[in-house]
Structure formats: C-alpha cells, structure tokens
C-alpha cells in the first residue's frame, strides 16, 4: 500500500499509470466474484477489500493532482463543464479514477442493493474537486450557467408565458413566474426526473424577463388519501432509489449545486455587455400545503418567503432513512440554532405549522381558504425595487461562497458513502414497501 501511495502522488503522468494498474487489479478481482447479492460474507469481504485499496488510491491520487486533473479536463478552465460531463470526461482521460458511462448504465439496471457502488468514486473525486478553491469554484460557476434544455425553451416560454415540462408546470402571469409541482403520482416525491425538470423551470423563470418574482407551489393530487389536496412535496422518491434509480450526480449533486443553489444566487450570464453582476437573481416565495418531507423541507431554506398552511408540518427524516438532508445540514442552523436542527435531523422532530418553533422557518401561517390571497400578498412586497439588491448582499452574508464550496465537497464524498451503507439499502426497501401500500409520510 505505501509504494501504491508513493506512486500514485508522484508526477501525473506516472500516477495515471500506476492508477489506472491498481484499478484494474481490482477490476479483476470483482469479476471473479458472484454478482454482489449473490456473494458469501467472505466474498463480499474479500470484494470491499478490494475496493477500499483501490479508494485510498483514488483519494491519494486526487488529493496530489486535483487541480492538474481539472485543468487537462476543461482546457485549463476555459471550459464549462457541468457535473455528469465532467464525469464522463474524468474516466475517458484517468482510466480507473471513476466509472465510466457503461458501467454506470449497468449499474442502474440494478436494484441499489445488487449495485457495486462504483458512485463512491464519483463521489471522492467531486469531493476533492470541490475542495480545491480553484477547481471548486470554476465547477460552481459552470452549475450556475443555464442549462442547454432551457436556453432552447426560452424563446417558446417568453412569447408564451408557459410551458409543461413533465413534472413541473411553469406559467407566467402578471409579472409573476408560477412553478407547479405536479407528481399527482408520487406526491411530488422528487427522482432524476423532476431534477431537471426543476433545474429548466427555474433557469425559465430567472433568464425571462417578463418575470419579476416567482412561486413554488405543489399541484393538487390523485392519490386516494390526498385526492384533491395540494402537496409540497414528499421529499427524495424512495421507491426509485430501492430500484436503483436516484443517482449520486444528476440527483444529490445536481440538486444542490444546480436548482437549489440558482435559487440562491441566480444563473450565471455570460455577457460582456453586463458589468453589474455576473448573476441574475429574483426573489422567491415558497406555499406549503399538507407537508414539506426532507428534499421539500430542504427547499424552503433557500427561499425568501415561505406560506404555510396551518395543517401543514415540516421534516427532515434524515436518520430514519440514513442518507443526509442535503444542504439542509448547512443551513438549518441558521435558521433554527444548533439545538432544534439536531431535533429535527437526528431525531426526526417534525415541525407543524401551528407550532410556536415553526415561526423559525415559515413566515406566514394561513387557513388554506386565506393561502391564494396571502401568497399574492407576499409577491407584492418582494416587487420593489431595491429587493433584488438587498436578497443579494443578505444571500452573501448568511451563506459565503466558499464555505458553501467546502460543505459541498465533503457531502459529495459522505452521501456517496451513505448511498451504499447497509442501513440505508435496508432501510428504503422496508420504507418504499411502507409507502407503496399506505404513503401516510410520516
């Protein structure tokens, strides 16, 4: 192992090498084992083993050559590339630094509990480009730029004022961008899918400029128990993730650093013509109706304005589930103090409406019969001219950049892990069986 190091912090042109040998050993020593829920105990141990070899050379690899490795793969930052490209890039140009596409796409064909957990070296690998303060904050600016769906929407939705993107409706009125979740199959429980679907409508509503100010509101719902009812959001679909199909870069990551994290700071405008800012920001107001659970709770502390309807409640079932509430860990001290964020991310506390704690995350609280009137209310205010200014210079003091930067970089490498922890795989089978035949949500 000390000789593995050695090599592999030499030069990167000789730690490629012995990089890419070290991988393959291992390579060839999980083919030569069952599948991974077909292997005894001693085989799996004898699989992690091999894995965890092959780990500590790719942290030691990523720790000496980071900025070297990101500069070869964007041509020395002149370009931007988003996360999933940046991956398919860094396995072409390391062999054995991260899987590649084909073996990522075999990996999703499986149920995350026959899954060999190749997304651990995605995630060491962003964790270390993340780490570094010239590489993490080109890949920040790169999650900022609009993506290529929207910009291709764009035209359709200026002169239109609407646009159904599948599982998120996004209709323009009154100066005022209205996003809608509407998942009525699933209680907007969100999955690869409606991340992106989330990234293009909130890029919409930031590049249009016929849009002042926008809502996020969940649509009303067909499920039997909630028929009728509008719901924010049942937090990370776990049905997909038990199958496989929540992923560590278009989903966790992606999530963080690109929707949630523009709901922040904006979309980034490369324009020579625009000296002001480099981003375009616009304030936003959230409406909580019945629940907000994990990514939905996780949502709110991003927003300027949150309603709340007074038989509504909040949590973060983090623990229970075993994975970790995204940003959420960053922020919710912020908000709440270190105290109740324990409560509500170690121990599951749910947060009602009604509560007298609930003021620390929810602005207004309203019948459902006053909800409509209260929220345009709220749009009103955040009309005024000088608000854009101020959310921004606010946005800055509460969260610097850099130190959202190295919360980001050691979640990449935490919520990998977690991903294939034996908890969790136990854990979201028994909970997607729970909801799939009574989705109290509790």
């Given at each position: 192992?000390?000789?593995?190091?050695?090599?592999?912090?030499a030069?990167i042109?000789?730690?490629?090498?012995?990089?890419?040998?070290?991988a393959?050993?291992?390579e060839?020593l999980?083919?030569?084992?069952?599948?991974?829920?077909h292997?005894?105990?001693?085989?799996?141990?004898?699989?992690?083993?091999?894995?965890?070899t092959?780990?500590?050379?790719?942290?030691?690899?990523?720790?000496?050559h980071?900025?070297a490795?990101?500069?070869?793969?964007?041509?020395?930052?002149?370009?931007?590339?988003?996360?999933?490209e940046l991956?398919?890039?860094?396995?072409?140009?390391?062999?054995?630094?991260i899987p590649?596409?084909?073996?990522?796409?075999?990996?999703?064909?499986?149920?995350?509990?026959?899954?060999?957990?190749?997304e651990?070296?995605q995630?060491?690998?962003?964790?270390?480009?993340?780490?570094?303060?010239?590489?993490?904050?080109?890949?920040?600016?790169a999650?900022?730029?609009?993506?290529?769906?929207?910009?291709?929407?764009?035209?359709?939705?200026?002169?239109?004022?609407?646009?159904?993107?599948?599982?998120?409706?996004?209709?323009r009125?009154?100066?005022?961008?209205?996003?809608t979740?509407?998942r009525?199959?699933?209680?907007?429980?969100?999955?690869?899918?409606?991340?992106?679907?989330?990234?293009?409508?909130?890029?919409?509503?930031?590049?249009?400029p016929g849009?002042?100010?926008?809502?996020?509101?969940?649509?009303?719902?067909?499920h039997?128990?909630?028929?009728g009812?509008r719901?924010?959001?049942?937090?990370?679909?776990?049905?997909a993730?038990?199958?496989g199909?929540?992923?560590?870069?278009?989903?966790?990551?992606?999530?963080?650093?690109?929707?949630?994290?523009?709901?922040?700071?904006?979309?980034?405008?490369?324009?020579?013509?625009?000296?002001?800012?480099?981003?375009?920001?616009k304030p936003?107001?959230?409406?909580?109706?019945?629940?907000a659970?994990?990514?939905?709770?996780?949502l709110?502390?991003a927003?300027?304005?949150?309603?709340a309807a007074?038989?509504?409640?909040i949590?973060l079932?983090?623990?229970?589930?075993?994975?970790?509430?995204?940003?959420?860990?960053f922020?919710?001290?912020r908000?709440c103090?270190?105290?109740?964020?324990?409560?509500?991310v170690?121990?599951?506390?749910?947060?009602?409406?009604?509560?007298?704690?609930?003021?620390?995350?929810?602005?207004?609280?309203?019948?459902?019969?006053?909800?409509?009137?209260?929220?345009?209310?709220?749009?009103e205010?955040?009309?005024?001219?000088?608000?854009?200014?101020?959310?921004?210079?606010l946005n800055?003091?509460?969260?610097?950049?850099?130190?959202?930067?190295g919360?980001?970089?050691?979640?990449?490498?935490?919520q990998?892990i977690?991903?294939?922890?034996?908890?969790?795989i136990?854990?979201?089978?028994?909970f997607?069986?729970?909801?799939?035949?009574?989705p109290?949500?509790?």
């Open positions: 192992m000390r000789d593995g190091l050695r090599d592999v912090s030069g042109a000789d730690a490629r090498q012995a990089l890419a040998r070290a393959d050993r291992t060839r999980l083919a030569g084992l069952p599948e991974p829920e292997r005894s105990a001693e085989q799996r141990a004898a699989g992690e083993a091999a894995k965890d092959a780990r500590v050379l790719r942290r030691a690899f990523m720790d000496a980071a900025d490795v990101y500069d070869e793969l964007t041509d020395g930052r002149r370009r931007h590339l988003r996360l999933a991956s398919r890039a860094a396995a072409a140009a390391f062999p054995g630094l590649d596409e084909g073996r990522l796409a075999a990996e999703r064909e499986r149920p995350q509990s026959g899954k060999e957990g190749h651990v070296d995630g060491i690998f962003f964790s270390r480009i993340l780490r570094s303060p010239t590489a993490g904050s080109h890949l920040l600016d999650m900022l730029r609009p993506t290529p769906r929207a910009l291709g929407l764009l035209p359709e939705f200026t002169e239109t004022g609407t646009v159904d993107l599948g599982s998120v409706r996004l209709e009125s009154g100066g005022v961008a209205r996003l979740m509407c009525d199959d699933c209680l907007n429980a969100e999955d690869n899918r409606q991340v992106d679907d989330m990234e293009t409508a909130v890029d919409l509503a930031l590049l249009d849009v002042e100010v926008s809502l996020l509101r969940g649509g009303e719902m067909t039997p128990r909630y028929r009812k719901v924010f959001s049942a937090g990370i679909n776990l049905k993730l038990h199958g199909g929540i992923s560590l870069v278009d989903f966790l990551l992606r999530r963080e650093l690109g929707y949630i994290h523009k709901l922040l700071r904006g979309v980034l405008i490369e324009d020579e013509a625009v000296w002001q800012s480099r981003t375009r920001q936003w107001v959230a409406v909580v109706d019945t629940f659970i994990g990514g939905g709770a996780q709110l502390l927003f300027d304005h949150v309603l007074s038989d509504s409640y949590s079932p983090a623990a229970q589930e075993g994975i970790i509430p995204g940003a959420s860990s922020r919710l001290t908000y103090g270190p105290r109740l964020s324990r409560q509500i170690l121990e599951g506390r749910r947060i009602r409406a009604t509560d007298p704690e609930a003021s620390l995350l929810i602005d207004e609280v309203h019948d459902a019969d006053e909800l409509d009137l209260a929220a345009e209310r709220s749009l205010r955040l009309r005024g001219p000088a608000v854009v200014a101020n959310r921004r210079m800055l003091a509460e969260e610097p950049l850099d130190e959202f930067r919360y980001m970089a050691e979640f990449a490498m935490q990998a977690r991903l294939y922890s034996a908890d969790v136990d854990k979201v089978g028994r997607s069986a729970v909801r799939e035949q009574a109290t949500l509790t």
